[in-house]
């Protein structure tokens, strides 16, 4: 059983910053590449960021590119998402996600690209 616990989220104001975390268990965590994505209210989730398994390459929405950096510790079974310049339109719940086919990278974008989700934490960027 895969489980993704998200941490790090809290109400920050522009321009400030967060690091969210999300620990990986019931998985070769180092054989997974991952991705964050983000759900406002009333809106659909979307993708925000994704890494490979090794780490070695990443991609980007354009919303959140040269703002947010996305990396992993395998060691530790955890990826990271560092969020800088956080506009309030940044406001939303921050989930993880794992990619359902192990040493595979094809940048997925879409929600029905990865399997196991974690429960989400709350990012509220006041103006």
């Known amino acids: 059983q895969v489980q993704l616990v998200e941490s790090g989220g809290g109400l920050v104001q522009a321009g400030g910053s967060l690091r969210l975390s999300c620990a990986a268990s019931?998985?070769?965590?180092?054989?997974?590449?991952m991705g964050w994505f983000r759900q406002a209210p009333g809106k659909e989730r979307e993708f925000v960021a994704a890494?490979?398994?090794?780490?070695?390459?990443?991609y980007y929405a354009d919303s959140v590119k040269g703002r947010f950096t996305i990396s992993r510790d395998n060691a530790k079974n955890t990826v990271y998402l560092q969020m800088n310049s956080l506009k309030p339109e940044d406001t939303a719940v921050y989930y993880c996600?794992?990619?359902?086919?192990?040493?595979?990278?094809?940048?997925?974008?879409?929600?029905?690209?990865?399997?196991?989700w974690g429960q989400g934490t709350q990012v509220t960027v006041s103006s």
């Open positions: 019931g998985q070769t965590f180092s054989s997974y590449s």
């Open positions: 890494i490979s398994w090794s780490g070695s390459s990443t």
């Open positions: 996600a794992t990619d359902p086919s192990p040493r595979r990278w094809r940048a997925a974008t879409r929600v029905h690209e990865y399997t196991y």
